[in-house]
């Protein structure tokens, strides 16, 4: 079953208002004069029941896509309460959650079993914000749910008679100023005051069309709950001024009219309703049709950008029942569709690998006398003598540094370390200024000497100091250092003497030195 949407109930589209012996459905369309038009004005008996009267209207095209659902006034309660206190800009789900409790002592039923939307209601600066609450029980909205999802109808929301009456009243509106609106009905009067398309108040008068026509004595209690009701609206709605009360004509309206203006201080007028809505051919005979059916266009017609009442409740529709034996017919077959599945596969698998063997076969063969051809080419070919006898060289020259190297360490007790880790720290740790001219080893006692020489004695300590931190003289000591200038030799002198004046002297003074390390023990 197609499942109901959700759509906006801004734009145009298909009401549909129930009535105890009937179906009311009007559509709208976009008119020649650019004005909204009602393309539809409908009744169909309700036969069968609703669910089959829904069926036959969608199989007929009457109910083609989005459709709106009016409820009836007793299906519902219109509150108004004062606004939760919510962030700016909150979710309507959540104002609607707060409203919900806000009512639950307003409400005639259980607010926890029902529908509830809300909207805001403009407050003059300085006083408590207020909003327009509606209530309408689950057991109230559950079977008109249900009906349209039985009948495929896509159902887009479901709103009540004062917002379709504020639909239509608005496109009569001045900017920032209130309108009145009275319809006379068969089934009674309503009367909606709204200004920039919200609507701020309403009220019910038990007082029908045919009322009217039948008693004029009737006009004086209509007067009166219009006195109270404008009344009321001034008083709580100060800062809003009330321009006009249009009056939707009935039978005798101008008699009607006429008392009303003559006892009302606001501006009386009838409205004309073909100034601001095509209604075609369809309402144009009868005054009574058209209020009868105004309820349904405001429906139809949508609220524009203002604020809406929905009571659609998608958690009330019919949860479909899933073990069927269609359902377990169609299951039945998937499985077995299922099993087959991977038979099938595993078939076309193997054809498809004989099929790419047999074109891989001659590639192989092509490729097994290519290498036979390479072996034969291959024993073909005899070794080079100079690069065989290069090849020996340089084994036996690796055949000796091995050697070499397998004798020093023979000749090194293990405990004091490699020759190599020695060089590498003494190159890594000798500073600029100091150089090294000879080192030897004691292979039995671990003692190691190293002589060199130096322009500044005073890096002889610091040269010593830096060789502690190396790993590989780590745990060792430095002692014996001897330290000789090298131009207070016996020979320095005569160097001097036999060097001329003119002559540049020779290389910069410098000293030697020699330097004796142990293992452990000993003076530093």
Not at 84 to 92: D, E, I, S, T, V
Not at 360 to 387: C, M, N, S, T, W
Not at 394 to 399: H, I, K
Not at 502 to 524: A, H, I, M, V
Request: proline share 8%; hydrophobic share 45%.
């Amino acid at each position: 079953m197609k499942p109901l949407s959700r759509s906006s109930l801004s734009s145009p589209a298909t009401a549909i208002r129930l009535n105890p012996d009937r179906v009311d459905v009007v559509s709208m369309g976009g008119g020649r004069s650019g004005l909204p038009a009602v393309s539809r004005v409908e009744s169909f008996p309700l036969q069968d029941g609703l669910v089959n009267t829904l069926t036959r209207l969608r199989r007929g095209g009457r109910l083609r896509g989005p459709c709106r659902l009016l409820l009836a006034p007793g299906d519902y309660q219109l509150l108004t309460a004062d606004a939760p206190a919510l962030p700016a800009g909150a979710p309507q789900a959540e104002l609607r959650e707060a409203v919900r409790w806000k009512i639950k002592d307003m409400a005639g039923f259980p607010v926890a079993a029902a529908g509830i939307d809300a909207q805001p209601i403009p407050a003059q600066p300085g006083r408590q914000a207020q909003v327009l609450a509606v209530a309408a029980a689950h057991a109230a909205l559950r079977p008109l749910i249900e009906a349209c999802q039985s009948a495929r109808v896509d159902l887009a929301g479901i709103t009540i008679p004062e917002i379709a009456q504020r639909n239509v009243a608005r496109l009569f509106e001045t900017p920032d100023r209130a309108l009145a609106l009275l319809v006379c009905g068969q089934g009674g009067s309503l009367l909606t005051l709204s200004c920039n398309g919200a609507l701020y108040s309403s009220r019910n008068l038990e007082v029908s069309a045919a009322d009217l026509a039948r008693d004029k004595s009737l006009y004086e209690r209509v007067l009166l709950d219009l006195q109270r009701s404008l009344d009321n609206f001034e008083r709580n709605f100060s800062y809003l001024s009330l321009q006009r009360l249009l009056v939707l004509p009935v039978p005798g309206a101008d008699d009607f009219i006429k008392h009303l203006a003559g006892n009302l201080y606001q501006p009386v007028e009838a409205l004309n309703i073909r100034t601001a809505l095509d209604v075609g051919p369809f309402l144009t005979a009868s005054p009574a049709a058209l209020a009868d059916a105004l309820p349904a266009i405001g429906a139809a017609l949508g609220s524009g950008p203002a604020p809406d009442i929905d009571l659609f409740d998608p958690a009330l529709q019919r949860t479909r029942d899933v073990w069927t034996f269609r359902n377990l017919g169609l299951g039945l077959a998937a499985a077995l569709a299922l099993c087959a599945l991977p038979a099938g596969w595993a078939q076309w698998q193997q054809a498809e690998a004989a099929r790419q063997l047999r074109e891989i076969e001659p590639q192989l063969q092509a490729a097994r006398d290519e290498v036979k051809q390479l072996g034969a080419k291959v024993a073909g070919y005899k070794p080079d003598a100079a690069l065989q006898r290069e090849l020996e060289t340089t084994e036996q020259r690796l055949q000796a540094n091995a050697e070499v190297l397998a004798f020093l360490r023979k000749s090194q007790a293990p405990q004091y370390g490699e020759p190599g880790d020695w060089l590498r720290g003494l190159a890594r740790r000798i500073p600029d200024g100091l150089w090294l001219t000879g080192f030897s080893f004691n292979a039995e006692s671990g003692a190691l000497e190293l002589r060199g020489r130096t322009l500044d004695p005073r890096l002889i300590p610091e040269y010593v100091r830096r060789l502690k931190d190396e790993p590989a003289f780590q745990g060792r000591t430095f002692a014996a250092l001897d330290i000789v200038d090298a131009e207070a030799g016996p020979d320095a002198a005569a160097r001097r003497a036999n060097t001329p004046a003119t002559q540049p002297q020779g290389p910069r003074r410098y000293f030697e030195f020699g330097l004796t390390s142990s293992p452990g023990g000993g003076r530093q």
